[in-house]
């Protein structure tokens, strides 16, 4: 079983890299893997600055594409999360083999705000940003209509104004030239997938939440098949995530937030858990998420991932690691209109 002071991120599905952040995570993104320790930090690792360090927390950047960029931040020493409020993001390009290389002009700077994990009461009445406990709020800074001009090696400077004084912290990441992971735009894939109940299925990998005996949970989001769906020409929300083997504070939220979604609007689109684990013990993933997160041409394999479909069959909007009450009750409200 994964800790919650672990991370999965890398170049392989069962690498990981462990990341301990005062016992709480500040990017707690789930990659397919192993619970093997594997401390090499490439781009988006941690980037520090003082009192003040950031993590790229965004999978699957490819330039020319318009999309959400979000950083988790944390304070230098590790101790406690930044949250709340807005920062201020810059980008500077660095190269397409070298992270290292010499750095370009900086873009104009764009605001980012705070997004919380879904589930938790938040106070938003103090000022922001803050430096927090984890307990007072947990999740990541994030700016829509970013885009990248090339592909390489970038970095983000982030500033942002706590108790009146000017902290700063940067940090690596690559952008790709394309992508073989659906994106806006494109059909979904026509998947066929183990249910509840299907015979000779292993429930746990429909669902690693579920035993050899007991009932496979939020039923709502395990009763129809995403080529069911789009068949039936309905909208529809797929949530790629692994709730027990991710345990961190993103994963088991998010399917959470979309289950309570699939309770109040499950007459109007269709709603779908895909579970990673075919079976985690061996390190098989299910060959459905293979189709949505991890085909081939494909470096990684990381998750959580929500992918909203119109009834045209094609994806509209998707959300990587982080995706707030707000922003899927919002992408529900434009999918059934």
Request: aromatic residues 6%; contains cysteine; proline residues 8%.
């Amino acid at each position: 079983m994964i800790k919650e002071n672990m991370i999965y991120t890398g170049h392989h599905p069962r690498r990981l890299i462990a990341l301990a952040t005062a016992a709480v995570l500040i990017t707690a993104a789930c990659s397919s893997g192993d619970n093997r320790p594997d401390v090499q930090v490439k781009d988006g690792g941690i980037g520090r600055g003082g009192e003040l360090a950031a993590e790229v927390a965004s999978y699957d950047l490819v330039a020319g594409r318009t999309g959400r960029f979000i950083v988790g931040l944390l304070a230098g020493d590790h101790s406690r999360l930044l949250a709340f409020g807005t920062v201020e993001l810059t980008f500077t390009y660095l190269g397409e083999r070298d992270a290292s290389a010499p750095a370009g002009p900086p873009t104009a700077p764009v605001t980012a705000r705070f997004l919380p994990i879904p589930g938790q009461r938040l106070d938003h009445g103090g000022p922001g940003p803050r430096f927090v406990e984890g307990s007072e709020g947990t999740g990541v800074y994030g700016s829509n209509g970013v885009s990248f001009a090339r592909p390489g090696f970038w970095r983000v400077a982030v500033t942002a104004i706590v108790d009146g004084q000017r902290r700063q912290a940067e940090a690596a990441f690559s952008v790709l030239a394309r992508s073989s992971i659906p994106a806006p735009g494109d059909p979904a894939p026509r998947t066929e997938h183990p249910i509840a109940g299907t015979p000779g299925v292993d429930p746990r990998s429909v669902d690693s939440r579920a035993g050899h005996d007991s009932a496979i949970p939020d039923p709502e989001l395990h009763t129809t098949t995403i080529a069911a769906a789009l068949n039936a020409k309905r909208p529809l929300m797929v949530v790629v995530s692994t709730p027990t083997y991710c345990q961190s504070r993103f994963c088991g939220p998010i399917t959470d937030s979309v289950a309570a979604l699939a309770k109040r609007s499950g007459d109007r689109m269709a709603f779908v858990h895909l579970e990673v684990w075919r079976d985690f013990e061996k390190g098989q993933l299910n060959d459905a998420v293979r189709q949505w997160i991890f085909p081939p041409g494909t470096e990684d394999a990381r998750e959580p991932w929500v992918f909203v479909v119109g009834r045209d069959g094609r994806i509209t909007q998707r959300f990587d690691n982080v995706a707030t009450d707000t922003e899927l009750e919002q992408a529900v409200a434009l999918a059934t209109k």
